[in-house]
C-alpha cells in the first residue's frame, strides 16, 4: 500500500514540470547574453536594461494597464450588479440567464473577438482604446460574476434583515453590509479579470486600431522579426506579474472566507 | 401593565407551500412577556417576522402602540429582532455592531459609546467592544445579539429562539438572565421557543401555536392545569389524551372506554350525555389498581428510566398509548404484563378535540 500511494506525488511532479519547464526556459534566456536564444554564453542583464530603454514597451505597458484597469473596474460594476439581480430576485428565465452570463468566458477567443469587429464596425465605432476597453470589459464582466454569485450565495440573508430591522434603509443595508461582505469577491473577481485582460492578444488584434499598441500585441508583432532575449526578458517581467496577481486574488479570496463566521 | 401595545388583528399569510398562518390575534401589553410556543413549522417564526416587517401578511393588521403600522417598512416600525442565528455582522466589531442602530439615528458619536458601553455591561460582556464577532463564543454572540437590540430601547423586542444553539447549561442561566433583564428594562418580550419547559420558565402569558392558529393563550398555570384542548395537554404537560364518550352517574361526570367509566373533573359547560369526550391526564396522575378492581386495561409495552422518573409506556386493547411516570427506580411490572389503570377524578381534565384547521 504505502509504495502504491507514491503515485499520485510523482504523477504531480510530472505535470509541473510539463506546465514549468517552458517558462523555466524562457527565464533562463533572458538573462543570456547570447542574442541566439538557444545558445547560452553567459549571464547578463543587457536585455532587460534594452527593454527598459525601449520606448514601445513604455506606452504598450500604460496602455495594456489603463486597459486592464478601467475594463476590470467597469466589469466589476456591471457584474455585482448583475449577480446580486440573479441571486435576490425571481424571475423567469433566472437559469438562462445565468448560463448566458456565463457563456463569453466558454466562446473560443478568436470568434469573440470577430463578433467584436463585426459589432463595432457596424455601429461605425472607431477602433482603439474605447473598443479595447468595451471588448475586454464585457470578457471579464463573467469572472466578476461568478466571484461575486458564490459569495453572494455563501452569505447569511439574516445579516441584510437585521440591518433593515435596526433602522437601515435598502440603500444603506447594500452599503454598510451587503457590499462589504461580498467585497472579497469583486476583488479577487477584478484580479482575475485584469490578469485575464492583461495577457489578451486574440480578441486584442481585432479591436485595436493602428495607433494603439497592448503588451501581449507587442510581443506577438516582434515575434515576426525572430525571438530575441528582449521578449524572453518582457515574458519573465510578465509571467511574474501575472503570477503576483493570481496569488494576490487567492490570498485576498480566503481572506475573506476567514473572516465571516461558520 | 394593562396598557396594550401589540395587537395582531386576524393575520393570515400563505406561501406557495400552503397557508401558514390561519387568522391569528393577539394582543400584548406593555412590559409584558409573552411566548410564542410551538413546534417547528407552526408559524411562530412567520409571526414573529410579520411584526418585525420582514414579512408581509395577506390580510389582518398589524398595530403597534395604537398605530397601524402593517405597511410600514422594517425600518420604521420601532420594534428590534434577535435572530435566530444571531446574525451579527461579521465585518464590524462589537462597538460597531451594537451601535449601528443608534448610528442610524445619527447619535451623537459619544451618545452612542455611552450606550454600547451600558449594554454592554447589562448583558455581562463589558470592555468586549474591540472584539469581532468570529472571536466570541456562541454564548457571547448571544448576548451581543441581545445588546444590539435593546440598546434601541424597542417598543417590542422579538426573540426568535435565542437559546436554540446553546448547550443546556447555557440556556438555563441565559433565561434567568433575559428574564432580570425584561424587567429590568420593562421592554415588552414576544418570544419563540419550541421548548415547553423555557415557556412556562419564563413567560407572562403563553400562546400555543399549532397549524398557524394560536390553540390557546393563557398564563403559564392556565396552559398546564387546564389546558383546553388534547394539543395543549400534550405539548405542554406532555399528558394522556383519554378518548371515550360522556355519561353522567349520580350528577357526577364520567368518562366512559368500553365497559369501564371513570369520574372526571366536570368542567361545568354542560356536556350532553353521550357525547365524545376527550380527557387529559398527566403521566404520574396514572394510578395502577389492585387486580379484580374496576378501572381500564392496558398491557406494559416499554420501560424506561430517565431524569429520576420511571417511565412506563402502556398500551390499551383499543391502540392508545398511555404513559405512567413515578419516582424512583423500582417496580415489578415488567414489559407483556397486562394491568388495570385509573386516576383520580380531580386530575383528569376534560379537553376539547384539537382545533380541525
Known sequence: ?262 | MGEPILELRDITKSFAEGTVLNGISLTADRGEFITLLGSSGCGKTTTLRIIAGLESCDSGAVILEGRDVTDEPPERRGVNMVFQNYALFPHMSVEANIGYGLKIRRRPRAEIRKAVSDALEMVRLPGYERRMPSELSGGQRQRVAIARAIVNEPKVLLLDEPLGALDLQLRRQMQIELKRLQKQLGITFIYITHDQEEALNMSDRIAVMKNGVFQQIGTPSEIYDRPKNAYVAQFVGSANVLTGTAEYADGRLMLRRGDVRAAVTDPGTGIGAGAPLHVAVRSEYIDFLPPGTPGFAAVVKEKSFAAGMLRLALETPDGAEIIASRHGIDSELVPGDAVTFGFDAGHAVVVEAEDAT
Open chain 1, 1 to 262: 500500500m504505502k509504495s502504491r500511494s507514491r503515485f499520485p506525488m510523482i504523477y504531480l511532479f510530472v505535470i509541473t514540470v510539463i506546465m514549468y519547464l517552458p517558462i523555466l526556459f524562457v527565464m533562463i534566456y533572458s538573462v543570456n547574453l547570447s542574442k541566439i536564444s538557444s545558445v547560452w554564453t553567459g549571464f547578463s542583464l543587457k536585455w532587460y536594461r534594452e527593454l527598459f530603454r525601449d520606448r514601445n514597451v513604455g506606452t504598450a505597458l500604460w496602455n495594456s494597464l489603463i486597459l486592464g484597469g478601467v475594463s476590470s473596474l467597469a466589469a466589476a460594476v456591471i457584474g455585482t450588479l448583475g449577480a446580486i439581480g440573479t441571486v435576490r430576485t425571481g424571475f423567469r428565465g433566472k437559469g438562462a440567464m445565468e448560463y448566458i452570463a456565463t457563456l463569453p468566458m466558454m466562446t473560443p477567443e478568436i470568434i469573440l473577438g470577430m463578433i467584436f469587429l463585426a459589432f463595432f464596425s457596424l455601429l461605425g465605432l472607431p477602433f482603439g482604446m474605447t473598443t479595447l476597453i468595451i471588448a475586454h470589459t464585457a470578457f471579464c464582466i463573467p469572472y466578476i460574476f461568478m466571484q461575486v454569485k458564490a459569495r453572494l450565495a455563501g452569505m447569511d440573508k439574516s445579516c441584510e434583515e437585521a440591518a433593515r430591522d435596526l433602522g437601515a434603509g435598502r440603500a444603506r443595508v447594500f452599503f454598510d453590509i451587503t457590499l462589504p461582505l461580498i467585497m472579497p469577491g469583486i476583488v479577487s473577481g477584478m484580479l482575475l479579470s485584469f490578469a485575464m485582460s492583461f495577457d489578451d492578444v486574440i480578441i486584442s488584434i481585432f479591436v485595436t486600431g493602428v495607433s494603439v499598441n497592448t503588451l501581449p500585441i507587442l510581443i506577438y508583432t516582434q515575434l515576426k522579426t525572430g525571438v530575441t532575449p528582449k521578449v524572453n526578458a518582457l515574458c519573465t517581467l510578465m509571467f511574474l506579474a501575472t503570477l503576483l496577481i493570481v496569488v494576490l486574488s487567492a490570498l485576498i479570496g480566503r481572506l475573506g472566507n476567514r473572516k465571516s463566521p461558520k
